[in-house]
């Protein structure tokens, strides 16, 4: 790639935004770490790939305890040393560390192996048996220490936002993480609207799916192949640029090649007209009831 067309997706990264309740920006598109770190053949690879994210404008790394445990941290630790100020560093807890008793350990460990001193945004992974309002406690205590700037959630539903909504210092909550991309679409019905009604992003994991039919469909829709040649783009770049289509969606694509880092970051300069994302919605519509949440 060329530098012409770097400095066109550097532009398209910083022209497109997501802003967050505090009013920072951010680009619509991140990196996502999931099963990165695991295989230390492929570290180097890794690390590169992330640092070349970075110098593109992908400048959110989303990690987690759980990944790899801690693996995956430890890599972001390595690619992201003498760039910290430049990184908007997210990663979560594991459900059953989110108690009183457990948050500023976990979150200790996190920091340690990402070798910071704090996290830009901290998610309580998914739901698990520990009250809510323990978890918000000991987020607000990790944010007042300053250990974290911001804190969250990931995989709850439209019910659960509702329930955080109305217990004690739950409108902190900066952002949600869940599954989002065009073969999964169920939160369009009703937690999409929800959130930007109360100004929090969605974070999109999985944007190009994790593999199986929906990738393939994805990869061999004649719709999807006819927009993505009138674009000169790939398949994929198709569907990655309709799930950062609106600005209140975050997508965190892995990529490992550094081919595929280019291409990720590219389809940050993909416009679409009206036409292309009516016929989009033909062949992957929108849901007319509630549908469940979609967890991997």
């Known amino acids: 790639m060329d530098e012409k067309k770097r400095a066109e997706i550097k532009t398209a990264l910083a022209k497109h935004v997501v802003t967050m309740p505090d009013g920072t920006s951010l680009p619509r598109l991140g990196q996502g770490t999931w099963y990165m770190g695991e295989n230390p053949q ?56 989110a108690g009183l008793d457990m948050i500023s350990k976990a979150c200790e460990n996190s920091l340690k192996r990402l070798e910071t001193d704090h996290l830009d945004l901290y998610l309580l992974h998914w739901r698990g048996r520990v009250p809510l309002a323990e978890t918000i406690e000991g987020m607000e205590k990790l944010r007042k220490e300053g250990k974290i700037l911001r804190w ?55 944007p190009l799916a994790q593999g199986g039919t929906l990738r393939k469909q994805l990869l061999n829709d004649p719709t999807i192949h006819d927009i993505a040649d009138k674009y000169n783009v790939q398949p994929l770049q198709i569907a990655l640029a309709w799930t950062i289509r609106s600005n209140n969606v975050i997508a965190i694509p892995k990529a490992v090649q550094e081919e595929h880092v280019l291409a990720n970051a590219e389809a940050a300069t993909i416009e679409f007209t009206e036409e292309n994302l009516n016929r989009l919605d033909q062949v992957f519509p929108k849901p007319n009831r509630k549908m469940p949440l979609d967890i991997i």
């Open 42 to 97: 492929v570290k180097d690879k890794e690390i590169k790939a992330l640092q070349l994210g970075i110098e593109l404008g992908m400048t959110l790394i989303d990690t987690a305890e759980m990944y790899g445990n801690g693996d995956s941290e430890r890599l972001v630790g390595e690619a992201i040393k003498g760039r910290r100020n430049q990184v908007f560093l997210v990663s979560k807890v594991y459900p059953q560390h």
């Open 152 to 206: 969250g959630v990931s995989n709850f539903d439209t019910a659960d936002m509702e329930e955080l909504w109305n217990t004690k210092n739950g409108k902190n909550s900066v952002a949600n993480q869940v599954l989002y991309h065009l073969g999964s679409r169920g939160i369009d019905f009703d937690l999409l609207p929800w959130q930007s009604k109360h100004n929090m992003p969605i974070m999109a994991y999985s």
